[in-house]
């Protein structure tokens, strides 16, 4: 019985994704989800990759939170001109994770004609976002190093279907024991084609191979293209 | 339909979670649901808490993860003589927090009789676990310091219902931008009865009073009884 439910709501959430996936297209737009446990740095990344690209690329964000309204409030702050629009997920009843009516119905709040680049800032939540398609491009999970370096084992699922991982906080390394070198290899093994980068948005540590990595997915210059 | 059918489960959960309560009371055990975001320090916490109580109190741990067995097998190590035994999640296709079946399904591989404190290590996930009584006495919730001091109002319903909060990794502070202050003063506004501890596993700042408070629960001697 749970299961056949569960296999409706995926099905239900998946044509949902595939509108979603369809009004993108349309519009020309690039989509990023992005993930982590909270407090991993996706606001702050967010606000810092806003700021810096969209100089260069039209960007808009949706943030999904529980049940707060100060994320998308934080990133127009730190970088004006930008749209970005929070969802409030407990006003779902499914408060853990982003899905596509969620996203379905908050891109109204956004002209999509404005922006090239769109990033979706799920909830804070290491499990629960891997099982559910948004109609997105890439998916990013950040995986900050006082987690620690165990993380890619521990929580499988949302790092195999990830096109980049970014290990942030770097700044910490020394103060904490994380092994990048095998935490790199874990996620390789699980997804040979991972992007792998080491960023601090505190002191601006490989922020710039991150930008590169996005444009290239942005104007399709990326080895392999699409 | 689907709020009807999380009302079967959750319904379903209480009615197990009463069942071990039932157990626990008989066997004079009190039982302690530890809850956090992925790396914020719960099996090194317990590691340490049951290596040093273990002498005064007996002591076993059932710990939750998605897909790995490793978390028990740390703490054995870390507490030789301490019974801790592992829950496979995704065995039972809810991988994102434990729920009342899964212990009692777990219960029966602990010798209950040797044990006066068991410890519960949830899934690490600051969103799911909250909602689903397991039978304990005392709910603790870890918030470490790189999560940084927004995840009170951001997660508010994990905390709502704990008993303790313990502000892990205080090592990290001068790195971190993390207002101690601010974070106690949320914690307490939405449970005035919160206590909250600052410590370190690694350098071993505030386990002293962890590891008091805990004493005074399992012998009752806590200020105003139960």
């Keep these: ?132 398609y948004l109609g997105e491009d890439r998916r990013v999970v950040l995986l900050s190093v006082p987690e620690g370096d165990d993380k890619v084992i521990k929580y499988p699922v949302i790092f195999r279907d990830a096109d980049c991982l970014l290990i942030t906080k770097v700044d910490l390394a020394p103060a904490c024991d994380f092994d990048a070198a095998k935490v790199r290899k874990e996620a390789r093994a699980i997804k040979p084609s991972m992007e792998v980068l080491s960023i601090s948005a505190r002191t601006g540590e490989g922020l710039e191979r991150w930008f590169h990595w996005l444009e290239e997915r942005v104007t399709g210059t990326e080895k392999g293209g699409e």
Aim: proline fraction near 4%; include cysteine; charge should be positive.
């Design 1 to 132: 019985m749970k299961i056949a439910v569960n296999r409706n709501l995926l099905s239900a959430n998946q044509e949902r994704a595939a509108g979603n996936r369809r009004l993108f297209l349309r519009h020309g737009l690039r989509v990023v989800n992005v993930m982590s446990s909270p407090g991993a740095g996706k606001t702050t990344l967010l606000s810092k990759t806003a700021a810096y690209i969209a100089g260069r690329v039209p960007v808009a964000v949706l943030v999904g939170d529980i049940s707060t309204e100060t994320d998308a409030e934080k990133i127009r702050n730190a970088a004006p001109g930008v749209q970005a629009e929070q969802i409030v997920t407990e006003k779902y009843g499914s408060a853990c994770r982003l899905d596509a009516r969620m996203i379905s119905e908050a891109l109204p709040r956004l002209d999509l004609a404005r922006a090239r680049l769109l990033f979706i800032e799920n909830v804070g939540n290491l499990v629960c976002p891997a099982g559910l």
